[in-house]
C-alpha cells in the first residue's frame, strides 16, 4: 500500500479534461513538501511532468497543470490527446519516513 | 545532453549480492544528490535510497535498509547500489535519478536496469 493514494485509473475521451487526485497525510504533503508528478508512457522512464505543487518544466505543454490543497494535491490535463495514455505518478517527502515517497500510480485511458 | 546510463543488474539467487552503476554525463555530477527508484514488473514506482553531493546525507527506504548501501564516485560522475541479500521481492527495474533541486525533485532518470532475484 503506497504512502500517497491515487486512483487506480482514469478515462476520457479526445479533447476532454480529466484529473487525478493524490492523497496524502500530514507528514508529507500536508507538511508543506512539494508535490512533482511524473509521467510515464510504456516502456519508458518517468518524465518529470509537475514540480513543487504547480510548475511546469520547459516543454511540458500547458495542458497540463496541478494543484495542492492541505494533505491532497491533484492533476489536471486538458485537451485530452491519444499521445497522453500514460501511467502518471505523483510524490512528496515524508518526514516520519526520512523519503521520497510514490503514489501508487493512475493509469490514464483516452477512449 | 543530460545522460545517465545505468549497468550491473541480472539474475541473481536469493541471498546473493549485485552492484548497480549510474554512470552520468552532460552536467556536475557533483552538484546534484542522487537517487535510486525501482519498479517491480507491472507495479509502480518505489524510491529506495538517496545520497547527498558529498555523501554526508544518506537514506534509504524501509524495504531495503540494513541491505542496501548507496555510495558515489564525483571524480567518476558515478553513483552506485550495492546490494546485498537480496529477496525475490527485490526483482525489479532499478532507475537512478537526478535530484534537480536537492528538494527531491527528479527531472532526469536513467532508462532503468533490470535485476531479476529467483532460484
Known amino acids: 500500500q503506497s504512502v500517497l493514494t491515487q486512483p487506480p485509473s482514469v478515462s476520457g475521451a479526445p479533447g476532454q479534461r480529466v484529473t487525478i487526485s493524490c492523497t496524502g497525510s500530514?507528514?508529507?504533503?500536508?507538511?508543506?513538501?512539494?508535490v512533482h508528478w511524473y509521467q510515464q508512457l510504456p516502456g519508458t522512464a518517468p518524465k518529470l511532468l509537475i514540480y513543487?505543487?504547480?510548475n511546469r518544466p520547459s516543454g511540458v505543454p500547458d495542458r497540463f497543470s496541478a494543484s495542492k490543497s492541505g494533505t491532497s494535491a491533484s492533476l489536471a490535463i486538458t485537451g485530452l490527446q491519444a499521445e497522453d495514455e500514460a501511467d502518471y505518478y505523483c510524490?512528496?517527502?515524508?518526514?516520519?519516513?526520512?523519503?521520497?515517497?510514490f503514489g501508487g500510480g493512475t493509469k490514464l485511458t483516452v477512449l | 545532453e543530460v545522460q545517465m546510463v545505468e549497468s550491473g543488474g541480472g539474475l541473481v539467487k536469493p541471498g546473493g549480492s549485485l552492484r548497480l552503476s549510474c554512470a552520468a554525463s552532460?552536467?556536475?555530477?557533483?552538484?546534484?544528490?542522487m537517487n535510486w527508484v525501482r519498479q517491480a514488473p507491472g507495479k509502480g514506482l518505489e524510491w529506495v535510497s538517496s545520497?547527498?553531493?558529498?555523501?554526508?546525507?544518506?537514506q534509504y527506504a524501509d524495504s531495503v535498509k540494513g541491505r542496501f548501501a548507496i555510495s558515489r564516485a564525483n571524480a567518476k560522475n558515478s553513483v552506485y547500489l550495492h546490494m546485498n541479500s537480496l529477496r525475490v521481492e527485490d526483482t525489479a527495474v532499478y532507475y537512478c535519478?537526478?535530484?534537480?533541486?536537492?528538494?527531491?525533485?527528479?527531472?532526469?532518470w536513467g532508462q532503468g536496469i533490470l535485476v531479476t532475484v529467483s532460484s
Open positions: 535519478a537526478r535530484d534537480w533541486d536537492g528538494y527531491n525533485t527528479f527531472d532526469y
Open positions: 510524490q512528496s517527502y515524508d518526514r516520519s519516513l526520512s523519503g521520497s515517497v
Open positions: 513543487d505543487d504547480t
Open positions: 500530514n507528514s508529507n504533503i500536508g507538511a508543506y513538501y512539494g
Open positions: 552532460g552536467f556536475t555530477f557533483g552538484s546534484y544528490s
Open positions: 545520497i547527498s553531493r558529498g555523501s554526508d546525507e544518506i
